[in-house]
């Protein structure tokens, strides 16, 4: 009997299911690709450059590698995302095109996920900016962390205005 109603449960039920597990795949897929949807490749651009530009001068002893002076630890997960390999810092540092590459793969995300949150722009380049420094997309409304944020979108809005070359 209890295997003649698993039977019957699965002809029934195993469809819907499987609809139900596809339906919000497509969702997936459709939320992720209308937040993405917001960032354009200038934008990106312009973000990856400010970030550049507001970074601390490099340091041999600093523990931070590139002109955008990101940390080891940040590093790995970073090129195993974007680049579906781990990269050393050594060589992250000797390739300004790679660092690049990664920071922009990593900004894109972030821009496209702060922009989501927030439906505006310029809150969500704050929010992206806040995040590459503290880890959060929130909590730098004052101090060096605030200085930082407002640096970073100053120069992105220069970015925006400057003719590419």
């Known amino acids: 009997m209890n295997v003649r109603i698993l039977s019957i449960w699965r002809q029934v039920m195993a469809p819907s299911t499987t ?30 450059e400010a970030l550049r530009l507001a970074a601390p001068p490099d340091s041999l002893d600093d523990g931070m590698y590139s002109e955008w002076q990101v940390l080891p630890e940040t590093l790995q997960g ?13 060589q992250f540092e000797a390739d300004p095109e790679m660092a690049r590459s990664v920071v922009g793969c990593v900004a ?4 496209a996920e702060q922009f989501s949150a927030s439906g505006d722009e ?11 420094m503290t880890g959060e997309a929130s ?11 407002e640096q970073v979108l100053n120069f992105y809005q220069e970015q925006l205005r400057s003719p590419q070359s």
């Open 139 to 149: 909590g730098c409304e004052s101090g060096f962390t605030a200085d930082y944020v």
């Open 78 to 90: 970073w090129s195993e995302q974007c680049l579906e390999r781990s990269v050393t810092p050594e």
């Open 108 to 111: 894109e995300w972030q821009l």
């Open 122 to 132: 310029l809150t969500a380049v704050r929010g992206a900016a806040c995040w590459w």
């Open 19 to 48: 609809c139900l597990i596809l339906g919000a795949i497509v969702n997936i897929g459709i939320v992720c690709h209308s937040a993405t949807a917001q960032t354009s490749e200038p934008d990106v651009d312009a973000f990856v």
